[in-house]
């Protein structure tokens, strides 16, 4: 958990919750105009102006969604904020601020609190966000993080999932299945040093997939590339729990069908490798591993002449009729297969870290 074992560490209980919480937050700094009040008093104030307010949260509870045997601390504080801002961007939104809640055990030194805000001042400082507060708390199971993100945007430009229609071209950035298959390698390696700790983990050349598992980014900048390219997509959903499932999630809101073609898929060349080294379907990463934080969009047919070149976007299938289901079609050929919700789901996969 903590790699320093010479240095002194810091019981939590010597700064008590609220020394704790000005410990962690005062070399925070406020960067956007919409946040009137930040860390420091009963709550925060944001001025939204006459804009929208997006907001957003999600829970990552040690054992079910991170396993510190493998994930470093400030990778993880990343990661954490990471996964918030994606649903924003998923929202067409620009993420403004967050707020950072922990429940530790006391097996966490202060030191290794401050690994984690490290992460997340990496992140808010990346990604120009504000971290305005939050709460703190202890824990008999662990380490529990839960951020919410805000974000800000004019009501124009909001994209939700409900507004595909019948013939609008499905779009990926970016490539999938990536993040999947760096779990794949840090379990592995993992369950060799656990049998053998003297034996040294087998990490190299896996660089690109391992980072898209351990310090995904959050896909903020489409939001822009799509206005300069005069596109506003008719419906968006980020992709954390697999292809198939985010796909399903379009299909129930927009009350469309989809055909996705398999040869389309976008991914990396050392996903399809690795995929092949640990005899799994690279087809079957990109569309149930999730994790890989890429946005799904939906955009007019009239629009495919913008887009149809550019090299950060994919056209992978196109919406059909409701009735029509959904369905992928083999590469090779035009059989159907039906696309079930076959994601990453933590009360079923509640082992997958652990």
Request: hydrophobic share 40%; with cysteine.
């Amino acid at each position: 958990m903590f790699e320093d074992k010479s240095q002194e560490l810091t019981p939590i209980s010597k700064l008590g919750e609220f020394g704790l919480i000005k410990h962690l937050t005062q070399h925070f700094p406020i960067s956007n105009e919409s946040s009137e009040l930040g860390v420091g008093d009963d709550a925060a104030v944001i001025n939204p102006g006459n804009k929208k307010v997006v907001l957003t949260t999600d829970v990552l509870a040690e054992g079910v969604h991170f396993n510190l045997g493998y994930v470093p601390l400030k990778h993880l504080g990343y990661k954490a904020v990471v996964v918030n801002l994606s649903d924003i961007a998923a929202m067409n939104a620009v993420p403004t601020q967050i707020l950072v809640s922990m429940a530790v055990s006391n097996r966490f030194p202060v030191e290794a609190l401050e690994e984690i805000y490290s992460g997340i001042q990496a992140a808010c400082a990346r990604y120009k966000v504000d971290l305005i507060g939050g709460d703190t708390t202890s824990s008999n199971s662990g380490l529990v993080m839960s951020i919410t993100a805000v974000g800000i945007e004019n009501d124009e430009n909001i994209v939700k999932r409900s507004g595909a229609k019948p013939n609008d071209l499905l779009v990926v950035s970016g490539d999938l299945g990536g993040a999947y298959m760096g779990l794949q390698i840090l379990e592995r390696e993992h369950a060799v040093f656990l049998a053998d700790p003297n034996m040294q983990p087998e990490m190299e050349g896996y660089d690109y997939i391992l980072e898209r598992q351990l310090k995904p980014e959050a896909r903020t900048d489409v939001k822009t590339i799509l206005e300069e390219l005069d596109i506003k997509p008719t419906s968006m959903i980020d992709i954390s729990d697999g292809l198939a499932s985010e796909i399903l999630h379009l299909s129930d809101q927009s009350k469309t069908g989809f055909r996705l073609y398999e040869e389309k898929i976008p991914m990396d060349s050392l996903t399809i490798s690795t995929a092949d080294e640990m005899n799994l379907n690279p087809v079957m990463t990109a569309l149930s591993g999730g994790e890989d934080y890429e946005l799904l969009f939906t955009i007019s047919p009239n629009d495919f002449d913008k887009i149809k070149n550019h090299p950060d976007f994919t056209i992978i299938g196109h919406a059909v009729e409701n009735e029509e289901g959904n369905y992928m079609v083999a590469r090779g050929s035009n059989q159907l297969v039906p696309l079930t919700a076959q994601g990453w789901d933590a009360f079923l996969n509640n082992q997958q870290n652990g």
